[in-house]
Nanobody, 123 residues
Framework: VHLMEESGGDSAQAGGSLRLSCVVS????????MGWFRQAPGKEREGVAL???????SYVDSVKGRFAISKDNNKHTLYLEMNNLKPEDSAMYYC?????????????????WGQGTQVTVSS
């Protein structure tokens, strides 16, 4: 992987929406698993949403029904649509790639990471 670059982070009001993007270059895009993770100050990095090579998605309970992960293979881009944002969603958001088909929530399993994009939600 030569580059993984996130964008779309911003400040938003509670109840608002944001869409994050992650462009992946230098990698055969049909990677087994890609995901979005987040880390708030003083907290461990946690998985938010995962998508496998077949397009099946998984979500952490706290974002189910509000967030949607998707990917566009032609554009080599991973997305995270975030709706009904809550203050507790505030964090640095990272995209990541797992070269194995495990596609789980164990963050050390992910081989490549972007630099992060900041999401701040105010009440």
């Amino acid at each position: 992987v030569h580059l993984m670059e996130e964008s779309g982070g911003d400040s938003a009001q509670a109840g608002g929406s944001l869409r994050l993007s992650c462009v992946v270059s230098g990698l055969t895009y049909s990677t087994p698993c890609m995901g979005w993770f987040r880390q708030a100050p003083g907290k461990e990095r946690e998985g938010v949403a995962l998508i496998d090579n077949d397009g099946s998605a998984s979500y952490v309970d706290s974002v189910k029904g509000r967030f949607a992960i998707s990917k566009d293979n032609n554009k080599h881009t991973l997305y995270l649509e975030m709706n009904n944002l809550k203050p507790e969603d505030s964090a640095m958001y990272y995209c990541a790639v797992d070269l194995l088909p495990t596609c789980g929530w164990y963050t050390p399993a992910y081989n490549y990471w972007g630099q992060g994009t900041q999401v701040t939600v105010s009440s």
